[in-house]
């Protein structure tokens, strides 16, 4: 651990010790993880793990979520935050991540006020200040504090303090909600959602690590993007067929693999070119 990366943990620590309780949203991913770590280490049963279920978040995301903090001893409260019954979540507007977040946080408030917790916070980090995330804007107007921004905390630092702290999460590939796999404006919904996660859970169960099936033309196009280790898996023959006849058996139309590979809100890109 670098004399920079032990400063900004020690800031980190002294932002979290102001707080009169905290309840942390916790998604079980690399950022929430950390952060609730630490949080337990310096605030003890005066906090909580909240997690939102809902079919935007995978099953096995939630079960390894609550894995962790029953290992740890960690108070763990869960929100139904079902965004599909908002009406217009399911048509997938640009803003879609905020009413998600604006959803979720409401619930996850509601958990502070009845415990007691002086502050909701939440995971994202100092490199999530670079791309559209509508989101931030809804964490902002409830009032949900991120310290790892405030202790200027980028992902590949909090990958290396989670190294050091033992934590399991340091190195597992980035996630994002399955709703983020849906251009803006094609129709969310909990069948097209559960598809989703099969067609992911198949292509990991072939070993591959960071993997995202983006959707197009209706929900008729599979668009496979993966690391370079998984375009050499995939690009096996056998492999190459079994991935094309189960997306099949699942309703796909056409399945693609982008050369270009996995690269975060790759789905942005449609918002300046709406036939993306």
């Known amino acids: ?28 991913g690399v950022d929430s993880t950390y952060l609730l770590d630490v949080t337990f280490e310096v605030l003890g049963q005066n906090m909580a793990a909240v997690t939102g279920r809902s079919k935007s ?29 908002l009406p217009e ?7 879609r991540c905020y009413l998600c977040k604006n959803e979720l946080f409401g619930k996850i408030k509601a958990v502070a006020a009845t415990y007691n917790f002086g502050a909701v916070i939440e995971g994202s980090n100092l490199d999530d200040e670079g791309d559209y995330r509508p989101g931030l804007m809804a964490i902002s107007e409830l009032g949900i504090l991120s310290p790892l ?41 909990a069948e097209r959602l559960s598809t989703l996660d099969l067609a992911e859970e198949f292509l990991l169960s072939l070993g591959l690590k960071q993997v995202r099936v983006r ?41 693609a693999l982008d050369l270009m590979g996995y690269r975060t809100g790759s789905m942005n890109a449609t918002l300046n070119n709406p036939k993306a």
Request: glycine share 6%.
């Open 57 to 85: 978040f995978p099953e096995r995301e939630l079960k390894a979520a609550l894995a962790f903090t029953e290992a740890k001893g960690i108070r763990h409260y869960l929100v139904d935050s079902e965004e599909l019954d």
């Open 149 to 189: 921004r405030a202790a200027k905390l980028s992902k590949a630092e909090i990958r290396v303090l989670s190294k050091e702290r033992g934590l399991a999460t340091w190195d597992k590939p980035a996630f994002a909600c399955l709703a983020s796999r849906f251009p803006y404006g094609e129709t969310i919904t």
């Open 1 to 28: 651990m670098t004399s920079l990366n032990k400063e900004k943990e020690k800031d980190l620590k002294n932002i979290i010790a102001t707080f009169k309780g905290a309840a942390v949203a916790f998604s079980g």
């Open 215 to 255: 959707l197009h033309e209706n929900a008729t196009l599979a668009r496979i993007e993966t690391d370079d280790a998984g375009l050499t898996t995939l690009l096996d023959p056998t492999n190459r067929l079994k991935t094309h006849e189960y997306l099949k058996s699942l309703g796909y139309t056409f399945i």
């Open 89 to 95: 979540f399911g048509h997938n507007p640009p803003n």
